[in-house]
């Protein structure tokens, strides 16, 4: 069983052979799922080093503990401290790599109909030469002449890709809401629990909105003072109201009847849960009060001790954030959420009411079932066709490697950066999260109002 272990991992790395677990116990995985995981941990790789690079505690500890720490800087180069491998240039030349390492890829992998052609093989396997490949591309992105031009001209791209990269997201969130109310009120002909669950969900997620914004005024807010909290709150809250109106008004009934408070109370939740997150990042005010000390306001008192251990919540927050990304990653590849980008939704005659409406008898797992051929430790089952699009899989990838070069660098704050105070408060990161929150909004108004100006499929729902 080892030497067979040894053999299927060095297919994997120098072959075209799939990866799979290196234990007798572990089930088999599928080559699709295997890919992703592969080119998945590729990405943590880079982000950790991403963040390493961005934390003055991890540089100072080097020059601390490692032996000829200068020697060795001025040896490869990298100054007499090793400054250019740290900071946000040193993340914008790494992230740099990444990006072209995986649009490289999704160029290479366009139109590609299952795993049987050359260029396929080269997506699903040797593994170990893309790690040379992705190593050096990020490390030839240091020898890029005329930096400054570049951190320049790169800075805006990434803000680009960073942008498109949330609004893919929010489109996916918006059609998952659709979806949800779209799949259980089918099941209502049937059964008319269907219309339980619907309430009571409605009822959970409108309650937890409510009551979010509710604490967020009493928490981060004052009677004097905060005003743009309170403008915020307010603001947010009426666009909550405005799309659950809008939502069950007669026109938009009419021409959408499978539209509800469903979608709304999703969005509302997203609303409030951004908004929470803005106030969050949003820089601490520092007043004098009566006795001449230095007071916070419009923040939670017990919110300002969770920050006291910044190693910590970094750590943390690091780890949160790699997980939100990989998350979004993986489920924007799937072939339902590429259909549903496209505008390709499933007929209303062919839902199947169900919990876990994500998956099912209609969604990817049927279609790997379909063209399944097992090995050893492995289930090929893309030999007919491909249970994603593997160039818009490599295109997600390549936008998120711009998202985390902005997100770890302060997007517009990147000179004073680094990584144990990034959890702390930036007005970058705020106004980025509150236009999140009302491109939200406005991109499921339009799913509302869109068809009532020009009806198309594309807005059904």
């Known amino acids: 069983m080892s030497a067979q272990c040894c053999a299927g991992q060095l297919a994997c790395c120098c072959g075209n052979a799939g990866c799979s677990y290196c234990c007798g116990c572990c089930p088999k995985i599928r080559q699709s799922r295997s890919t992703r995981f592969m080119y998945a941990l590729y990405f943590i790789l880079v982000v950790i080093i991403c963040c390493i690079m961005m934390s003055n505690t991890v540089a100072n500890g080097m020059r601390e503990h490692i032996p000829f720490f200068e020697d060795i800087c001025k040896g490869i180069k990298a100054g007499d401290t090793c400054e250019k491998l740290v900071g946000y240039s040193a993340v914008y030349r790494v992230c740099f790599g990444m990006a072209c390492f995986f649009f490289i890829f999704c160029l290479l992998t366009l139109k590609i109909n299952n795993s049987k052609s050359c260029r396929a093989y080269i997506h699903n396997g040797f593994w ?9 591309m990020c490390s030839g992105a240091f020898f890029i002449p005329d930096q400054e031009t570049f951190l320049n001209a790169w800075r805006y791209v990434g803000a680009v890709g960073g942008f498109l990269f949330i609004g893919i997201q929010l489109l996916l969130l918006v059609e998952f809401a659709h979806k949800w109310n779209k799949n259980w009120t089918a099941g209502t002909a049937s059964n008319k629990l269907w219309y339980a669950s619907l309430s009571l969900v409605t009822l959970i997620m409108y309650s937890i909105a409510t009551g979010g914004l509710i604490l967020m005024a009493v928490f981060y807010t004052q009677k004097d003072g905060c005003l743009e909290n309170k403008i915020l709150l307010g603001v947010n809250g009426g666009l909550c109201l405005l799309i659950s109106v809008v939502a069950i008004s007669p026109c938009v009934q009419d021409r959408q009847p499978h539209s509800g408070l469903l979608q709304s109370g999703l969005i509302s939740c997203y ?5 929470f997150s803005a106030l969050s990042s949003k820089p601490v005010e520092v007043v004098l009060d009566q006795h001449g000390k230095n007071v916070t306001i419009c923040v939670p008192d017990f919110g300002q001790d969770l920050y006291r251990d910044k190693n910590l919540v970094a750590g943390l927050g690091t780890t949160l954030l790699c997980a939100c990304i990989l998350y979004s990653c993986l489920t924007s590849t799937t072939r339902s959420s590429s259909d549903a980008l496209q505008g390709r939704y499933a007929a ?30 492995v289930i090929y089952d893309e030999k007919r066709s491909t249970v994603y699009s593997y160039a818009y899989f490599h295109f997600v990838f390549f936008l998120a490697s711009l998202y985390v070069m902005m997100t770890v660098t302060n997007w517009f704050n990147y000179e004073s950066a680094n ?22 909004v406005l991109l499921y108004l ?16």
């Open 271 to 275: 609303v409030t849960y951004l908004t």
């Open 348 to 377: 209303p005659d062919l839902e199947v009411a169900r919990c876990c409406f994500c998956f099912g008898s209609g969604g990817e797992d049927t279609e790997e079932q379909q063209n399944v051929k097992e090995g050893p430790r």
């Open 419 to 440: 990584i144990e105070t990034f959890f702390s408060g930036s007005w970058s990161i705020f106004w980025v999260k509150m236009a999140s929150c009302w491109i939200c």
């Open 128 to 136: 170990f030469f893309k790690l040379l490949l992705l190593g050096a």
């Open 446 to 461: 339009g799913t509302l109002v869109a068809p009532l100006c020009r009806p198309s499929p594309h807005f059904s729902v």
